[in-house]
């Protein structure tokens, strides 16, 4: 999603490349016969100024919307698979406890393998 902000500020910012008018500056001296020599405009003209502030705000908000969302710019998918908690077991081993679409398992992880414990059922029906 990146490359395709970055393509399109390069789209929008491209009228500030171009000019209208390329004109031939000659020096004093040689100047064709009737010719005059005119300073060329240094300022920028206001379309590109106005230009240049669009496409960066475009990609300004571009950005924030895709940090923003969680499912970023792919609409109204959200992600199924979470880690809900993890506790530390010491010896680089824990326990993580992972959502899957609103159901969790308990997960064995150590630096060799990832093993299902157990599924979790619903927090009501626990046994004291």
């Known amino acids: 999603m990146r490359r395709f ?8 910012a491209s009228p500030l ?23 060329p405009s240094t300022g920028a003209s206001p379309f ?11 990609g300004a908000w571009l950005l ?10 792919s609409g109204g998918q959200t992600r199924k698979l979470a880690v809900s ?15 899957y679409d609103g159901k969790k398992f308990l997960l064995g ?4 393998r990832i093993d299902m414990l157990s599924p979790l ?3 009501t029906k626990r046994i004291p």
Do not use: H, M
């Open 64 to 73: 924030w919307r895709q940090k923003r969302s969680p499912a970023g710019f």
């Open 48 to 58: 590109l100024v106005v230009t240049a502030l669009v496409a960066a705000g475009a």
């Open 17 to 39: 490349c171009l000019r209208a008018e390329d004109g031939v500056i000659y020096p004093r001296a040689a100047a064709p016969s009737g010719l005059t020599t005119e300073k």
């Open 85 to 99: 908690e993890s506790r530390s077991l010491g010896n680089r081993q824990f326990l993580v406890v992972a959502d």
């Open 5 to 12: 902000a970055l393509l399109a500020g390069l789209v929008l």
């Open 109 to 112: 992880v150590c630096p060799g």
């Open 121 to 123: 059922g619903d927090e």
